[in-house]
């Protein structure tokens, strides 16, 4: 019951967050303060690459490893911008089975495993029982922290509160690869971040059942703090729209993630 308590309250400010990360993918850019350029040579990704060659061994790296069921996906509220159906539509790209985390040098590495290939074109679902015809465009997660041990600092999100910066991975079918961190929320408001960085997508993505990107978290200073034990939350949406292009279900699919702690490494 405290969960739901918990979640009910945070269903206001999650709708902000989760809109403004899918925001983010339509209008192509987060803004921010971001001093990347945009150098990747891929399909105008919001994402950069950095000079530093990869790891060849991640098993090294990702030391954090957190789990999440399969085939858990939720059906929210309509009021929540969610189709108003019995039962989800299942959309696996969106269903988040593993969250990796590991610290090198400079950079925070990040592998996230889907129960499904992440769609390299728009996917159309056809019209079947309650379930009406639309098209899915995108999908975003992010992993969320609070990094002061005060949930009256920062943001919120869902099932974590007190967001100083979140690490986002998503994707626009076939169009762009949105790999980015937003962070100090001085308002409260998790549409005001004043920092921003582009990451680098690394491995898999669009056509594959996961995806490792990475960021340079060199100059995050406290909005990283290494060596601290963290609250993480986490959540995986795709979005649907109707045939014209106007926009269907906001969350057309979910995954929600259950906050677990988290040791950032030195
Ligand atoms: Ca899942
Ligand atoms: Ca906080």
């Known amino acids: 019951m405290a969960f739901l308590s918990k979640f009910k309250k945070c269903y206001s400010s999650f709708l902000l967050y989760s809109f403004h990360v899918m925001f983010c993918l339509l209008i192509g850019s ?40 399969e085939g858990d996906q939720i059906a929210l509220p309509v009021e929540m911008d969610a189709p108003p159906y019995a039962d989800p539509v299942s959309f696996p790209s969106v ?21 499904g290939e992440i769609p390299l074109e728009e996917v159309k679902i056809p019209e079947k029982g309650e379930v009406e015809s639309q098209i899915v465009k995108n999908q975003g997660m992010n992993i969320s922290l609070n ?65 490792i990107v990475r960021f340079d978290i060199s100059k995050l200073g406290d909005f990283l703090p290494r060596g601290k034990t963290v609250e993480l939350g986490s959540w995986s949406e795709a979005e649907s729209f109707n045939e014209d292009g106007t926009l269907k279900y906001h969350h057309f699919a979910f995954d929600g993630f259950t906050a677990v702690k988290w040791d950032i490494p030195e």
């Not at 409260?188 to 056509?207: A, F, K, M, R």
């Open 147 to 211: 990094v002061d041990d005060d949930e009256n600092t920062g943001s919120s999100g869902e099932g974590v509160q007190g967001v100083e910066i979140f690490f986002a991975v998503s994707f626009s079918f076939g169009i762009k690869n949105a790999i980015y961190a937003n962070y100090d929320f001085p308002n409260g408001d998790i549409h005001l971040h004043q920092q921003q960085i582009l990451g680098e997508l690394g491995e898999g993505g669009p056509g594959y059942k996961y995806a």
């Open 30 to 69: 987060c803004g921010g303060d971001s001093s990347s350029s945009n150098s990747g040579t891929a399909i105008n990704d919001d994402a950069v690459t950095f000079n530093s060659p990869w790891p060849t061994d991640f098993s090294k790296i990702f030391k954090a490893s957190f789990s999440d069921g």
């Open 95 to 115: 269903d988040v089975t593993n969250i990796s985390l590991g610290i090198e040098q400079d950079f925070l590495y990040m592998r996230v495993d889907y129960a």
